[in-house]
C-alpha cells in the first residue's frame, strides 16, 4: 500500500522560486499564534531526538525523496504516520517539502490529512501524521466490484467539503488527483482523506500564482494557458479537478486521455471531453449535469465547491446509501435519482440551478436511468484496473529514474581516481 506521492508523477513541477520562504519555516512555530492554533515545527539537533519519542515499525510508504513509516508515539501508545523527506534530495530553489508541512500544519479538517507536528534535522524533515489504513481511493475501487453512482456521490461529497475549507482558508491545492486521495480505513464507510500538499499554496500578499504545475490529466485549462494570459489563475482549478476524478469516479475512464500531449492539451484548453460511452447511458442527467458544471473552461461560470455542495445531485440524500455498496444488490441505484432529475436542468448556470427564467425546468430526462447491465459495470471495474495499473507503472518507472539519478550523483561526487 503506498501513501506516498511518488516525485511528481509528470508534473510539470517548475515550482515558484520566488514563494515567499520567509527564514523562520523552521523556527518552531509552535503554539497557538494566530486563531489557527498551527502544529508545532521543531527544529532538531539529529535523529535520536526523534528515536527517543518514537517506536518505528514497518515502511508503509515510499516515493521520490520521502518514506512513509508506521510508528507508535511512546508517551502515548497512538499509532502514527511518520514521512521522512530528505532534504538534501531537492534542488536548492525547491520547496515543495516546506511547503507541504508549512500549510499543513495550518489545516484542521476530517477530510484532510491531519498532521500532528514537524521534526526538522539539517538533512531530513520528519512529518508526523495520522495513520490511515484504508489505502488509496483508486486501489479501494479496484476492489469493489462494482463502483454506484452513489457511491461516488458518498466520496465526492467529501472532498468537496475539503476543497470548500481548503478555500475558505485561503489555501488551493493544485494537485487534486485519485492517487492523493487515501481512505481512513477499510469500512464501507471509510473517510476521504485528501494528502499531498506538496504544490499547494498558502495565501501570499501581493503574489499571484502563475507557476504551471499539477498532472497533465487533472490541471485546468487556464492552468496550461498561463503563458499567454496576463490574469493569474484562482482556486477554481481544484474545483475543475473534482470534475476529472468525479467523471473518473462514475464511468471509469478520464475525460481527458490522449497518448498525443499537444491534442490532450488542446482538449482541456476547450473543454472537449466526450459523453458518448455506452456507460453515460445509465447514469443519471443529475450526475452528468455536474461534471458539466465542473468541466467548465470558463472559470466565471464553473462551480465553486460551495455552489456544488448545493448542487441538487450532490444534496440527494447521500447518507441513505451508506450500506449500498456492500449489499451487492445493484438494484439500489435506480432510487439513486428519484424526483431529482425532473427539478433540474441541463441550462443550469452555476447559481441557481434554474434556467434563468426563475422556474425550475424539467429538462432534464425525467426518468431515472435503467439498471446498468452487468458486462457494462465490468467494462468500468476494468477501466478502473488499468488506471491503476498505468499509474503503479509510472511509479515504478521513476523510482528507477530516481535511482539512476542518486547513482549518478553519487558517481560524480565520487571520483574513483
Excluded at 476529472?244 to 464511468?251: A, D, H
Aim: aromatic content about 6%; hydrophobic content about 35%; glycine content about 6%.
Amino acid at each position: 500500500m503506498s501513501t506516498e506521492n511518488r516525485g511528481g508523477e509528470a508534473h510539470t513541477h517548475n515550482i515558484n522560486n520566488n514563494t515567499n520562504n520567509n527564514n523562520n519555516a523552521f523556527g518552531g512555530g509552535g503554539g497557538g499564534q494566530g486563531g489557527n492554533f498551527p502544529r508545532a515545527i521543531v527544529p532538531i539537533q539529529d535523529v535520536s531526538e526523534i528515536l527517543s519519542k518514537y517506536d518505528f515499525k514497518e515502511k508503509i510508504g515510499t516515493g521520490g525523496f520521502a518514506t512513509v513509516m508506521r510508528a507508535i508515539e511512546k508517551d502515548t501508545g497512538v499509532e502514527v504516520a511518520i514521512k521522512i523527506v530528505d532534504r538534501q534530495k531537492y534542488a536548492p530553489t525547491d520547496k515543495s517539502y516546506e511547503r507541504e508541512f508549512q500549510v499543513l500544519s495550518t489545516l484542521y479538517h476530517e477530510n484532510i490529512i491531519n498532521l500532528r507536528c514537524t521534526y526538522v534535522t539539517e538533512k531530513n524533515v520528519f512529518m508526523v501524521t495520522e495513520v490511515v489504513h484504508g489505502g488509496e481511493l483508486l486501489e479501494r475501487i479496484t476492489e469493489e466490484g462494482s463502483y454506484s453512482e452513489a457511491d461516488a456521490r458518498r466520496i465526492i461529497v467529501q472532498i468537496l467539503k475539503a476543497v470548500e475549507y481548503l478555500h475558505s482558508k485561503k489555501v488551493v491545492h493544485r494537485d487534486i488527483k485519485l492517487e492523493n486521495i487515501l481512505m481512513s480505513d477499510r469500512s464501507p464507510k471509510a473517510t476521504v482523506k485528501l494528502i499531498d500538499f506538496g504544490l499547494s499554496r498558502l495565501p501570499q500578499v501581493g503574489s499571484e500564482m502563475r507557476t504551471i504545475c499539477g498532472s497533465p490529466l487533472y490541471v485546468a485549462p487556464e492552468i496550461l494557458d498561463m503563458n499567454l494570459s496576463d490574469t493569474a489563475y484562482t482556486p477554481a482549478v481544484d474545483m475543475w479537478s473534482v470534475g476529472v476524478i468525479l467523471f473518473i469516479l462514475l464511468s471509469g475512464y478520464s475525460p481527458f486521455d490522449h497518448d498525443d500531449e499537444e491534442q490532450l492539451f488542446k482538449n482541456i484548453k476547450e473543454g472537449v471531453y466526450c459523453m458518448d460511452d455506452r456507460i453515460w447511458r445509465y447514469i443519471s442527467e443529475g450526475a452528468k449535469d455536474c461534471v458539466r458544471q465542473l468541466l467548465t473552461v470558463d472559470v466565471m461560470n464553473r462551480m465553486t465547491a460551495t455552489q456544488a455542495l448545493q448542487h441538487p445531485w450532490i444534496r440527494q440524500k447521500h447518507h441513505h446509501h451508506h450500506h449500498h455498496h456492500h449489499n451487492n444488490n445493484n438494484n439500489n441505484d435506480n432510487n439513486n435519482n428519484n424526483d431529482i432529475s425532473s427539478i433540474m436542468t441541463s441550462e443550469t448556470n452555476s447559481t441557481g440551478f434554474t434556467d434563468g427564467g426563475g422556474s425550475l425546468t424539467s429538462s432534464m430526462n425525467m426518468q431515472p436511468p435503467e439498471q446498468m447491465p452487468k458486462e457494462i459495470l465490468e467494462e468500468k471495474q476494468n477501466r478502473l484496473k488499468q488506471r491503476l495499473e498505468s499509474i503503479r507503472m509510472i511509479r515504478e518507472e521513476e523510482a528507477l529514474a530516481m535511482d539512476i539519478a542518486m547513482q549518478q550523483d553519487s558517481d560524480n561526487s565520487n571520483p574513483s581516481t
